[in-house]
């Protein structure tokens, strides 16, 4: 991925009691982000399937955030936000305060920059 | 950090159950691997503190492994053996079935390399 920061989808994903016959949250998830302009690389399985859906906000320099919980009829225009926020931010660090709720209570990782 | 693999080891995790008075347990294990040799960058908490210890996995070009669930009195050697068999493959992942049980069971995400 050329892009200065970089989002990554699960395509797998299944909210918690899903329907199995039914279409992948995660794939869902994906197709809202693209309907809307969002750039992202596709991923089947993050290894985080008890907290789907899943994504991953990074890029050079930035923590990695791990996250979960999102609900592609519920989250998408708070994932949206947070996508452009985490942008903005140099260290990729958004202040806890203006991250949406299902940010901040679904992160399942954050890793530090590794050129730090 | 300048090593082509590289590990993060947080250093505030406590194991479920951890007398919350004692030393915190992701502190013992990186000392437990500093100890070993095991060259590490320490981190004030991954954000996966249900599911401590956590450790992070990851290099250029590799896939990126959040692992949880090491109990530095347990599974030392087991995550020293992962550690080797990170760095001995080219894109990090490491064969399923040669992985110990307790990085099988206790992956908590895994992300794919940036410069795929």
Chains 1, 2 share one sequence.
Do not use: F
């Not at 302009?37 to 985080?48: I, K, P, R, T, W």
């Not at 930035?62 to 998408?76: N, S």
């Not at 140099?90 to 949406?100: A, F, I, L």
Request: aromatic residues 4%.
């Amino acid at each position: 991925m050329a892009e200065e920061t970089g989002l990554v989808v699960c395509t797998t994903c299944r909210l918690p009691g899903a329907d199995p016959a039914a279409p992948r949250d995660g794939a869902r998830l994906s197709a809202a982000l693209s309907a809307h302009g969002v750039a992202h690389l596709q991923q089947e399985c993050l290894s985080a399937c008890a907290n789907g859906c899943a994504v991953v906000l990074r890029g050079p320099g930035r923590w990695t955030y791990v996250q979960g919980g999102l609900d592609p009829d519920l989250h998408l225009e708070d994932l949206i936000g947070m996508i452009r926020a985490y942008a903005a931010a140099p260290d990729g660090v958004v202040p806890w305060r203006t991250r949406p709720e299902v940010i901040r209570k679904n992160t399942i990782a954050r890793i530090p920059p590794m050129e730090a």
